[in-house]
């Protein structure tokens, strides 16, 4: 069954500096995958999504992942980071008509 | 806002007390989703509907909860005999095809039961 895993509960980096969060995904074929971000108490909002095009998958804010079969990888990045980037991140896949997701990754910003 | 919209944002209830929350999907989206999502994990699938159709539901969704989609447009989740382990939020998510290239959250309606 297609399913995420999400490497690290929490990830800090100072303003700046190179953001990369985690995810492998487990699948027999290649998935639909997905990055969504949570900011506090509200709901999820859509960041990119990778669906058998391009390897490369731009989004918005400036985030982009990178889909890597030969890794299972689909990992979150972003050149700098900004305050404004703290928030709870969450890899997912569709799987049987619906989106599984991973348990999250909240990333901090340091000053 | 064409967004999906859940009502209301925030319940409290005392335990044993039934609620229901409401569900607006975006207007031409066929697919729903109901998600519970507790403190510092991610969101886990309950049901969906394809239309008025309910398709599936998890094991998660105990006997105490129900779902419907009447006419295929607004969907409620009633949850009955509240219970202080039903604390969570719940999201709710639409999308236009079977085949789920993206979901469009709601804001989430934040349930404490007390």
């Known amino acids: 069954a297609q399913s995420v895993t999400q490497l690290g509960s929490h990830v800090s980096v100072s303003e700046g500096a190179l953001v990369l969060l985690r995810c492998n995904y487990s699948s027999s074929v290649p998935p639909y995958l997905f990055w969504y971000v949570q900011y506090p108490n509200q709901g999820l909002q859509l960041l990119l999504k990778y669906t058998s095009a391009a390897t490369l998958v731009k989004g918005i804010n400036g985030f982009e992942a990178e889909f890597k079969k030969s890794e299972t990888s689909f990992h979150l990045t972003k050149p700098s980071a900004h305050m404004s980037d703290a928030a709870e991140y969450f890899c997912a896949v569709s799987r049987d008509d619906k989106i599984i997701f991973g348990k999250g990754t909240r990333l901090h910003i340091l000053p | 806002d064409t967004g999906v919209s859940q009502d209301p944002r925030h319940k409290i209830t005392k335990r044993g007390q039934n609620v229901t929350f409401r569900c607006d999907p975006i207007s031409e989206h066929n697919r729903l989703y109901w998600y519970r999502q507790t403190l510092g994990q991610g969101p886990e699938f309950l049901t969906y509907?394809?239309?008025?159709?309910?398709?599936?539901k998890s094991r998660l969704l105990s006997d105490r909860f129900s779902a419907e989609r009447p006419k295929g447009s607004f969907s409620t989740l009633e949850i009955q005999r509240t219970e202080q382990g039903d604390s969570a939020m719940y999201l709710c998510?639409?999308?236009?095809?079977?085949?789920?290239?993206?979901?469009?959250f709601g804001q989430g309606t934040r349930l404490t039961v007390v």
């Open positions: 998510a639409s999308s236009l095809r079977a085949e789920v290239t993206e979901a469009f």
């Open positions: 509907f394809q239309n008025e159709a309910q398709l599936e």
